[in-house]
């Protein structure tokens, strides 16, 4: 059973710095699966933030783009959302997500989530 732990929540002011962690765990080959990190605040729609494939490539919604950066510690299982100049509409409850097919690139299908780690932006 694949199971995706995160940390690295808390406030921040506007901004300021984040970097949030996922860890994965019951998985053999982390690096050839897509990870992701999605975010839902109140009263709105869960949203991807930023995802990465087998081959580093990364993807971000285009309010984070040139703030925010995904990364893989391979060694540790681990994937990383480095969050800077943060506003307080990044405040949300973020979410670290899997698939369970190694090798895709597009049209994920993201099946395995985290339990989510809150940030809070105060402006």
């Known amino acids: 059973q694949v199971l995706l732990t995160e940390s690295g929540g808390g406030s921040a002011q506007a901004g300021g710095s984040l970097r949030l962690s996922c860890r994965t765990s019951g998985r053999a080959w982390f690096s050839l699966y897509p990870m992701a990190w999605f975010r839902q605040a109140p009263g709105k729609e869960r949203e991807f933030v930023a995802g990465v494939v087998w081959n580093d490539d990364a993807t971000y919604r285009d309010s984070v783009k040139g703030r925010f950066t995904i990364s893989r510690e391979k060694d540790k299982n681990t994937v990383h959302l480095q969050m800077n100049s943060l506003k307080a509409e990044d405040t949300a409850v973020y979410y670290c997500?899997?698939?369970?097919?190694?090798?895709?690139?597009?049209?994920?299908?993201?099946?395995?989530w985290g339990r989510g780690t809150r940030v809070t932006v105060s402006s």
């Open positions: 997500a899997t698939s369970a097919v190694k090798y895709q690139i597009q049209n994920i299908t993201y099946d395995t």
